[in-house]
């Protein structure tokens, strides 16, 4: 079965309806960064700045080709930040919407959430959008709000009403830095377990079982 491009493991089909999100809920829905980073204003004004620079030396032939494309090149260095941030906000915001309407549609038990997914669980969270049983796995949160040059805040709302929520983080994840989820622990007082020998894949959490352990583990504590 599939809820938008996100399947539900097999050992918890039966038992629960769950949200899985990962990079399938924006990959899907054609909002990767990628594609909104060509629509940067930073890389559009590059652009334009290149093809003037070129224009103005086009008497030098393949010289004022060179002298536009070494425009380019520069303006894509110095503004490089700038229009990386610019496709992370845009892909998140709209990854946002993608998982609020799956929310709301498939109306789960729990949200179990992985990476760029867990990013957006938190993100709902903060919102009062989801407030129920939650995994977060690996949560690039922190990481992407500053990739995406926009505030990072910790909290996630207020503790009172809200459902079991537990993060899940290798100790050896050289992708998303353990210190991240510590402090989102840490700041909303989420029950925090680090696991050893894995990778920011968390794979072998699937293939033992104990993802879903986990998962019954959120749910029995609400």
Known sequence: EEHDGSPKPASLRDHYDLRMPHLSVYLTHRHSPIRYMATSPWLL?????SIIFSAALRRL???????????LGVGLII???????????????????????????????AVVAFS???????????KGLWRGPTLLLAPAYELLCKKAQVPVVMKV?????????????????QIVPLEHSERLAQANDFKLKKVKGEK??????????????MVEEVLQSQ
């Open 61 to 71: 032939g393949a010289y004022g080709v060179l002298g536009g494309l070494g425009a």
């Open 79 to 109: 503004k490089k930040d700038k229009i990386i941030a610019h496709g992370i906000k845009t892909s998140l915001d709209n990854s946002m919407q993608t998982a609020r309407l799956a929310l709301e549609r498939s109306k789960p038990d």
């Open 200 to 213: 920011h894949a968390l794979y072998g959490l699937a293939s033992n079982a104990t993802l879903k352990k």
């Open 45 to 49: 004004g590059i652009l334009c700045v």
């Open 157 to 173: 709302g207020q503790a009172e009403g809200r459902a079991s929520v537990m993060v899940v983080h290798s100790t050896t994840d």
């Open 116 to 126: 760029w997914g867990a990013c957006l669980a938190v993100m709902l969270m903060q």
